[in-house]
Structure formats: structure tokens, C-alpha cells
């Protein structure tokens, strides 16, 4: 939910990854009767690592709605577990639901709660606001930029009287890996894992299911 739709709408960005590519080159020894001075490697053979191309907004926006979709598609096929210090997301895929119920977050120690719509989840949130504005035939009312030197993307979007939301996101294997909240006022990083649901973690959408029924 972002968890500002937890109240709002529970948003979330990521810290990109960087790859540092470190090289090892091997002298040799000629058999030659006198032995030959290992070459110095040149400065052509030394692996580096490349920085990403700059994008303009509009790039940014293009290669960050495949992202959000990729990732969204991911959490559905093989659930997802968001977490923060303060609480955490469970979504099962649909086949994994516990009594036709398959999302659920814990805010800690104790509160217990049913998600209703995938687009309160930090994986899915911005595939749906970007599909939801494809389907009215609109562009998504969605700020993004990228950031080349550490590969992360930032978004913005404008609430009105509800407020504002920036996250920033870093993506791992074409899909959301964490998610930052830039507000000073709601600070929140969260981490975004695709697949391999423990049972601690399915226990999050049980014990919110059950409580939900002893309320009905």
C-alpha cells in the first residue's frame, strides 16, 4: 500500500546497485635461453567499468514504466515481501492465498492489516499509474529522472491537498530492489524481495486474515 495509502498510498524507491569490475591480467615467461621482462599490462587491457548514459526525463519516465511493470508482473508470479524498520508487506501470489486472502502488512510490534488492491505495494504502485493513465488514453502524471552516477531513478507526483511523494529506487535485474522516501517528514527506506516467502513472512497475511474474520 504504500504504506501512505497504508494511509495514503505506501511508496517506495531504491538505492541503485554499482558494479565495480576489477581486472587481473598474468604475465607470462617466454622459453627463450634468457629470461624476458614481464610486459606491462596497456591501459587498453584494464577492464573498467562503464558509466550509464545520461537520460532526459522523458528516457527516464520510458525506462522507468518497464521497470515498474517488470517488477509488478515479478510480485504477482512469485509474491513479495516489502520491509522497513517499522513494518512489512506480504503479497502471495494467487495460488499461495490463505482463504482467498493474499496481501497483508505487519506495522510494528502488532498491528495487523489486509491489503485490498496490489497498487498499495511499492512493486506495483507505479505500474498502476502509469496503466491506469494508458487505459484513459492520458500520460501518467508522473515525474521521473535518472540519476547516471549511482543508476537510480527519482519520482515525484503531486496529491493536491493530499500532498506530495518522492522516492527514490534502485533496480536490481530490471526490477525495483529498495525503495527511499525523500520526505524529511516521513522518512523510509525499504527493502523489496521477490520470491522465496518464508513462513514467518506468510504468517503476516494469516494472522491479518484471521484477525480480519473474528472482527466479522
Request: glycine share 4%; charged share 25%.
Amino acid at each position: 500500500m504504500r504504506l501512505e495509502k497504508l494511509g495514503e498510498n505506501m511508496k517506495i524507491s531504491r538505492i541503485a546497485s554499482s558494479l565495480v569490475i576489477a581486472g587481473m591480467l598474468a604475465a607470462s615467461l617466454t622459453a627463450c635461453s634468457a629470461p624476458q621482462p614481464h610486459p606491462s599490462p596497456s591501459a587498453s587491457s584494464t577492464p573498467t567499468a562503464s558509466k550509464p548514459a545520461a537520460m532526459t526525463p522523458a528516457e527516464a519516465k520510458l525506462a522507468f514504466s518497464k521497470i515498474a511493470k517488470d517488477s509488478c508482473f515479478e510480485a504477482q508470479a512469485l509474491g513479495v515481501v516489502e520491509s522497513s524498520e517499522d513494518f512489512i508487506v506480504v503479497a502471495l501470489n494467487k495460488d499461495e492465498a490463505y482463504k482467498d486472502y493474499s496481501a497483508a502488512y505487519l506495522e510494528y510490534p502488532s498491528t495487523y492489516g489486509l491489503i485490498w488492491e496490489l497498487d498499495a505495494i511499492t512493486a506495483c504502485a507505479d505500474y498502476y499509474t502509469f496503466s491506469m493513465a494508458e487505459e484513459a488514453g492520458q500520460e501518467a502524471v508522473i515525474d521521473v529522472t535518472f540519476d547516471e552516477n549511482d543508476s537510480t531513478f527519482t519520482t515525484f507526483e503531486d496529491f493536491g491537498e493530499f500532498g506530495t511523494s518522492e522516492y527514490k529506487f534502485t533496480i536490481v535485474d530490471g526490477k525495483f530492489a529498495t525503495a527511499e522516501s525523500l520526505d524529511p517528514k516521513n522518512e523510509r527506506f525499504i527493502t523489496i524481495r521477490y520470491g522465496s516467502i518464508t513462513a514467518d513472512d506468510r504468517a503476516v497475511v494469516e494472522t491479518a486474515v484471521e484477525e480480519f474474520l473474528a472482527k466479522g
